[in-house]
């Protein structure tokens, strides 16, 4: 996956996140975010981090925005692989 591609992912799921009305309080509560700086930073690999770490807390969540995008469901992960910063880091 290219960082164009992963980046367009994150944006998507940004969107579906902002419009889901349960599941942004949380995510602005847990984060400390406000939807300004959503806007803001939107195109901020940062930001595009946080949402996809975010969702992949939860495997309904992952799913359900997946399903949303008609992505596959470890979209959202490859997504998180290929931004930059977005490699897991291996303590090992």
């Known amino acids: 996956m290219t960082v164009d591609q992963a980046g367009e ?33 939107a195109s901020e690999p940062s930001m595009q981090l946080s949402v996809l770490d975010f969702l992949m807390m939860d495997d309904a969540w992952v799913m359900a925005c ?10 959202l992960f490859a997504a998180r692989q290929s931004l930059p ?8």
């Open 66 to 75: 997946c399903d949303h995008l008609a992505l596959p469901y470890e979209a």
């Open 9 to 41: 992912i994150a944006l998507n799921a940004m969107a579906w996140l902002v419009a889901n009305e349960e599941l942004l309080p949380v995510f602005l509560g847990s984060t400390g975010a406000e939807i300004a700086d959503l806007h803001a930073q």
């Open 85 to 92: 910063g977005g490699a897991l880091t291996h303590w090992t």
